[in-house]
Every structure is written in structure tokens, then in C-alpha cells.
């Protein structure tokens, strides 16, 4: 019920193209949706969040699909660039203080140059 | 000026030994977190703590102790290292409110060596 599972766990894109990233969840009562973005060296960053009563979010070349009925959302990197390259993670939550953050288990994309 | 900032950023010590990870948030925040990153980069939330309350302790061993001073620190004192404690520990902060989305704030990471 607490999980979020994530797809894939790495993932190579040609420079210029699109690249996916899946996560689905099962607990319905999940009201916020962020993807974070991880460098190495680095902590996971806030990139892009959707909340369920909007189908889609868009920002710059990257936009969140959200799909609430089969319980799925995705990550889409549009022209990706060689600087995508990082570890993404989906998240989902409650918006309540006490509960935490689940996060799925993060996917490796590197872009060819 | 780092808004979460974490000392060492890395730590090599033998197993048996205790070591403390400290953090610091200047953001204001109410709520600040322990995550564990392991080498396949899974992020496992350890603690989390709201206005110096322990809110969530996950299923950790106990040989992990947080502290939490005041809102804007949290500490980490791990006693007995093992191997298998060998990982990245992030600590992280959110405004936590229940208006607001839970927004969370990395800190760069203390890698943890246990030889």
C-alpha cells in the first residue's frame, strides 16, 4: 500500500530525444506527486510535482503525466541534454505533516552526447 | 549561504567505533529527516522530527540515535558501526505543513566508509 514503484532502473537516451520515466503507487489517499532529481555529489533536488486533479504539469522540457484512475504518473524529458543526466527519483505523499515521503527506488538516465 | 548543510561529508572509520553526523538547516522549517542512500541509491527514510519531536522512526537499529536540539539541527550518533552501515546519510528539512506540500530540502550528504 505504501509503495511506489519505479521504472526503469536506468535508462540510456540519445541526445535530443525523450526520455520516460514510470512510477505507479497504490495508496489512493496520496494527494502530492514530486520527482526529484539527484547529481552525483549531490542531494536529491525538487525538479517538477503534480497533484491528482490535474492531468498533466509542464515545466520547460520537463513535464509530469498523471493518470489517475490506473493509479500511474511519468516523468517525460523532452530534447534531453547531456546535463539530464542524473538519477531521478518519483515520490509520492500525503499532505499532512506526520506522514513521510515515499520514494521509488530511482532511475539512472544518461544521455548520449 | 547552504540551506541544509551537513558535517563530515565524509567519514572513513573502522567497524566497532561511534561516530555522530550533525546537521544544520537555515530555512526555517519545521520538520528535518535522516535519509540512508545505499550503494544502488535506494533512499530509506531513518527519522524524521518535527519542532525537536520524533515523528517517524522507521525500522532502524538502534545502534542509531538522532537528537534534534532544536528545529533547525539534527543529529546523528551512530554507535558499533558495521559494515553494512557503509552508505550516504542525508539529512533533509520541509516546512511540513498541513496547507503546504512536503517539499523536502537535501543536504549534500555525509558519505560513510566502515573498513
Known amino acids: 500500500q505504501q509503495q511506489v514503484k519505479q521504472s526503469p532502473q536506468s535508462l540510456i537516451v540519445q541526445k535530443g530525444g525523450i526520455s520516460i520515466i514510470n512510477c505507479a503507487y497504490e495508496n489512493t489517499a496520496f494527494d502530492y506527486f514530486p520527482w526529484y532529481q539527484q547529481f552525483p555529489g549531490k542531494g536529491p533536488a525538487l525538479l517538477i510535482a503534480i497533484r491528482p486533479d490535474v492531468s498533466e504539469k509542464k515545466e520547460g522540457r520537463f513535464t509530469i503525466s498523471f493518470n489517475k484512475s490506473a493509479k500511474q504518473f511519468s516523468l517525460h524529458i523532452m530534447d534531453s541534454q547531456p546535463g539530464d543526466s542524473a538519477t531521478y527519483f518519483c515520490a509520492a505523499s500525503r499532505t499532512n505533516r506526520d506522514d513521510k515521503i515515499i520514494f521509488g527506488k530511482g532511475t539512472r538516465l544518461h544521455i548520449l552526447p | 549561504d547552504t540551506a541544509v548543510s551537513q558535517t563530515p561529508k565524509y567519514l572513513v572509520t573502522q567497524m566497532g567505533n561511534d561516530k555522530s553526523i550533525k546537521c544544520e538547516q537555515n530555512?526555517?522549517?519545521?520538520?528535518m529527516y535522516w535519509y540512508k542512500q545505499d550503494s544502488k541509491k535506494f533512499l530509506k527514510i531513518m527519522f524524521s522530527?518535527?519542532?525537536?519531536?520524533?515523528?517517524i522512526n522507521e525500522t532502524v537499529p538502534n545502534r542509531f540515535s538522532p537528537k534534534s536540539p532544536d528545529k533547525a539541527h539534527l543529529n546523528l550518533h551512530i554507535n558499533s558501526l558495521e559494515l553494512g552501515d557503509s552508505a550516504v546519510y542525508f539529512c533533509?528539512?520541509?516546512?511540513?505543513?498541513?496547507?503546504?506540500?512536503?517539499?523536502?530540502?537535501f543536504g549534500a550528504g555525509s558519505r560513510l566508509t566502515v573498513l
Open positions: 522530527y518535527n519542532n525537536k519531536e520524533l515523528i
Open positions: 530555512l526555517g522549517h519545521d520538520t
Open positions: 533533509a528539512s520541509s516546512q511540513g505543513s498541513f496547507s503546504g506540500a512536503n517539499v523536502l530540502t
